[in-house]
């Protein structure tokens, strides 16, 4: 299973951790250490499983919007965007649990025109005020069909650590990766009004492979 750069230094504390806990255990405890190494031992597991790098198939895309991250459509509904579109605008929001993959891709593929990081709060990340309130970045994409897409990474309540790799003028490919979150979060989209929206609410989505929405010329 391949793992993602950024579980290097939370797998090492782990990895530390378990070893120092097992190691007083199996000396204090003897044979009822167990007790304590097997949900050690499934926690640790977890751990490379949330750092994960699914083998994914990612197709080129014009007018698609594709699904950003795994996780859950929460939201969908008309709002205006105050950051950068500055407009009424179609907002998806998709959370992901904890067990979620938590690589963060391009919606949309064309060039990158604005980024920002938003130090704040750590509200629940399906709280409506956390795409405000919480600390999140955002980034803004020109797609080829001429449209301008926000998309916003947004800490939750366990989250605390979100990084993006984009940079103004990055070229962007809808599907492949711009960042990662740690730990449970979630990504708003925000579309032009006219975007034909393909998801519903309660959908369960594949980042990179599931298309959510529409944009025509």
């Keep these: 299973m391949k793992l993602h750069k950024e579980s290097k230094g939370t797998i090492a504390v782990a990895s530390i951790l378990f070893i120092a806990v097992a190691s007083v255990s199996i000396y204090f405890l003897e044979m009822w250490s167990l007790m304590i190494i097997v949900p050690l031992l499934i926690i640790y597991g977890l751990v490379f499983w949330f750092f994960r790098v699914p083998n994914r198939d990612i197709q080129d895309h014009v007018e698609n919007v594709i699904a950003p991250v795994d996780g859950k459509v929460v939201m969908i509904k008309e709002v205006v965007e105050t950051e950068f579109i500055k407009e009424a605008s ?3 929001s998709i959370f992901m649990s904890p067990l979620n993959v938590h690589i963060c891709r391009f ?21 409506e005020k956390s795409s405000t309130e919480n600390e999140r970045t955002t980034v803004a994409v020109e797609s080829l069909t001429k449209h301008k897409v926000v998309f916003r990474q947004i800490a939750g309540y366990v989250a605390r650590r979100i990084v993006f790799y984009c940079n ?11 960042g990662f979150i740690k730990f449970g979060s979630r990504m708003d989209i925000f579309l032009p009004l006219d975007t034909e929206i393909i998801c519903k609410i ?16």
């Design 168 to 178: 103004e003028g990055d070229s962007a490919k809808a599907g492949h990766e711009f």
């Design 90 to 92: 179609i907002q998806i």
């Design 107 to 127: 919606p949309v593929s064309g060039n990158v025109i604005y980024k920002k990081y938003h130090p704040g709060k750590y509200l629940v990340a399906w709280h």
């Design 202 to 217: 309660g959908d369960k989505t594949k980042g990179g492979i599931d298309v959510i929405a529409k944009m025509r010329d």
